[in-house]
């Protein structure tokens, strides 16, 4: 199967990796603390988009906030040092974004003037990560968030424009003559996922439009290197389909570059946001979500609708529209949190997402930007930024690969294994290192290596190197590699086997079988008064034909007046009057045993009717659509919305009459980012001397928080 071919590559590339990476190690030759003064160097979409490569977000940090107002160490990150962004740079990306919050930092509307201490503190990491030879973004990030109550000013529903407008246009001047010496490393981009509640209004989008052609006015009116530079804009909330659709999004004009840009080349590039699909990517309220792509084990996705061919879909979809048009698409945002305290394998899965999107970046002409909010242990942080140690290196060289020659791959690990000490290892490992290492040094020192020959070499280094083994066993984290799979069958269950190359540790992955697909029941005897009745049902799998039988028990007579009220037969013990005559059946009158028997086979149905693999997602504004399993032979199912985890006041109700497995509830008091919980119930009706009893069965309850910013494809 193609699938197991592919992912067979991957985990033999992805998982070549050790707790640590030694790759190159960068020493600036530039003085401390000088600016870049260097002639600007005016690449075109190509090289720019070569230049940058794989890229990582410096987030959570300088788009922090507290009491309104930016900080730095707000959401729990120690200062940044320089020695973070040389980590960043020895881990082999080529840029970093930084995003920048002004909120609380920018004076009264007389000036709007930017904290000077804050804008030299921003010039000053914007100086290391130059120095390091990495490309660089700022933006204006939270203040556009639409949260006026965290200080939030840069609303596009704003009924005052030009208020916001005065303010944005200041912002940016101050900001671009700040750093406008800085040469072609030092991109700027407009803004952060600005938009509005629902979906894009036209009028709305104007503004969006007017504050991405304010940016670019007003940063070339500041002349010098600005003329020239780079510019980023990004559309609605950067959601891909607001962007590329026909919803109202504009490239701003750019008559103000420097003439000696030919005319034919743009210098505006496209932001886009990528997180799908948000259960496996960004929420880490539920661990079961743990994996990802056509590979995944089933039991542990929950949104098929967003595997590789989607991310492909929508990579070619910004691809067309502006890539080949002449603007680069900057992809600024992309990851996935962690969740291998849940499931080991699902570093692994995470490896494979990045690898995945920057293989398609790199193809479709796109820059990868890899989002990092600091927090390794349960959300997207690669790095820690106490230690500027790399906590997951088998996902950072995941992405560097696609980006490196056979010829680079090798010089990379020749680099981490010169590193290495030896006597932190078994004899029996380092050896087989050691003689990996001596090969490839002798392929690379002859100049004449094929790609092939450099290819082998690589995957030598890359298989000693990951099955080193600590000479005292320890290690900080399991590096499993998948060492066999087994499908599951029909009813027999699968598995996946993952083996941790450092310990020899192994994690079995279960892989539930479908089952049985049962048809319908048949009538096979019908139950009398006196004798069982039974009924079956065939697994309409074509190898399997499993029969199932239920039995149909004798209702037993009810006589009434001498004579049996279902068959009619009399009743032994009544003594009749001569002129009794035998009265007539009903067929609508129900025992009271059948009742009963009724009654236990509801309570059978719903004790049998459990409610699995439910999820919500929030497609559009105020309705969401509540999805699960279809159960056996229910009437229907009651569905409850609220903000109470308790549901002491739902907001919302919903019984359905059939049998589905799909609901879409609208719900007035939806709101995004905020947490709710749903609960659904199966239920079965039985009929009781003419009328409609309800059994109904136990709660399946499910939290969800609201995201607009993606529309799933059903």
Excluded at 235 to 242: A, L, M, R, S, V
Excluded at 330 to 356: H, M, Q, S
Excluded at 579 to 584: F, I, V, Y
Excluded at 683 to 711: A, I
């Amino acid at each position: 199967m193609k699938t197991k071919k592919i992912f067979s590559v991957l985990i033999s590339a992805v998982m070549a990796v050790s707790a640590t990476i030694s790759m190159i190690s960068f020493t600036s030759s530039a003085e401390e603390g000088v600016p870049n003064t260097a002639a600007f160097d005016d690449l075109n979409q190509e090289e720019i988009t070569a230049a940058m490569g794989a890229s990582w977000n410096l987030g959570n940090q300088f788009d922090a906030y507290s009491n309104r107002k930016g900080n730095e160490t707000a959401w729990g990150n120690p200062t940044v040092k320089k020695e973070l962004i040389e980590a960043v740079k020895n881990a082999g990306f080529k840029s970093i974004r930084i995003p920048v919050t002004y909120m609380g930092r920018i004076g009264p509307s007389t000036t709007y003037e930017i904290d000077a201490e804050w804008l030299d503190r921003i010039k000053e990491v914007v100086e290391w990560c130059i120095e390091c030879d990495l490309y660089v973004i700022i933006n204006i990030h939270h203040d556009g968030n639409g949260d006026s109550n965290n200080g939030a000013w840069l609303d596009c529903s704003a009924s005052d424009q030009n208020t916001v407008v005065d303010k944005f246009k200041a912002c940016w001047k101050q900001i671009a003559e700040k750093f406008a010496d800085y040469d072609e490393h030092l991109i700027f981009e407009s803004m952060n996922e600005v938009g509005a509640s629902g979906n894009p209004t036209q009028a709305v989008y104007e503004n969006i439009n007017n504050y991405n052609q304010v940016f670019v006015d007003t940063v070339r009116e500041t002349s010098d290197n600005n003329a020239k530079r780079w510019l980023l804009v990004p559309g609605w909330y950067t959601n891909i389909d607001n962007t590329v659709g026909d919803y109202g999004f504009k490239v701003p004009t750019d008559e103000n570059r420097d003439p000696s840009i030919p005319e034919n080349e743009k210098r505006i590039m496209i932001s886009v946001h990528y997180y799908d699909p948000w259960f496996f990517c960004g929420d880490n309220t539920d661990t079961a979500y743990s994996q990802w792509g056509k590979d995944g084990n089933p039991d542990k996705k929950n949104d098929t609708w967003a595997d590789e061919e989607y991310m492909e879909g929508q990579v070619e979809k910004v691809s067309d529209k502006f890539v080949q048009a002449g603007y680069p698409v900057v992809i600024g945002e992309y990851g996935c949190i962690n969740k291998a305290y849940a499931d080991p394998a699902n570093t692994l899965f995470r490896a494979y997402y990045c690898k995945n999107m920057c293989e398609l970046s790199k193809k479709y002409g796109c820059i990868p930007v890899y989002w990092d909010n600091g927090a390794p242990s349960n959300s997207f942080g690669l790095f820690n930024r106490n230690t500027c140690k790399i906590e997951f290196p088998e996902i950072i060289d995941a992405m560097m690969e696609v980006y490196l020659t056979p010829k680079e791959n090798v010089e990379r690990y020749i680099d981490k294994v010169s590193a290495l000490d030896g006597e932190s290892y078994t004899a029996e490992t380092w050896g087989a290192i050691n003689t990996a290492l001596n090969s490839a040094q002798e392929l690379i020192s002859s100049g004449t290596a094929t790609d092939e020959q450099l290819l082998e070499a690589y995957n030598a280094l890359n298989s000693a190197y990951f099955n080193l083994m600590p000479s005292n066993s320890q290690h900080t984290y399991h590096h499993f590699e998948r060492v066999e799979k087994v499908e599951s069958e029909h009813i027999v269950d699968g598995y996946t086997r993952y083996k941790c190359t450092a310990c020899g540790l192994v994690y079995t992955d279960t892989i539930k079988a479908e089952g049985h697909t049962w048809g319908n029941w048949t009538l096979v005897n019908k139950a009398t008064c006196t004798e069982n009745g039974s009924m079956e049902r065939i697994c309409k799998n074509e190898e399997c034909h499993e029969k199932e039988i239920k039995i149909l028990y004798a209702s037993g007579h009810i006589f009434d007046s001498g004579f049996c009220t279902i068959c009619g037969a009399k009743d032994p013990s009544y003594v009749f009057a001569t002129t009794g005559t035998q009265p007539k059946t009903s067929s609508n009158t129900r025992s009271a045993e059948q009742v009963k028997k009724d009654k236990k086979n509801a309570e059978n149905i719903i004790n049998h009717a459990k409610i699995k693999k439910l999820t919500v997602i929030s497609k559009e504004k105020k309705k969401i659509t509540v999805k699960w399993n279809k159960a056996n032979k229910v009437t229907g199912y009651i569905i409850q919305v609220s903000d109470n985890k308790k549901f002491k006041k739902p907001i919302a109700k919903k019984t359905l009459k059939k049998n589905a497995k799909k609901v879409t509830i609208k719900i007035k008091k939806l709101k995004k980012g905020k947490t709710y919980w749903v609960r659904v119930r199966a239920y079965k009706n039985y009929k009781s001397n003419g009328k409609t009893n309800m059994v109904k069965g136990s709660w399946k309850k499910v939290k969800f928080k609201v995201n607009l910013r993606t529309k799933p494809t059903e």
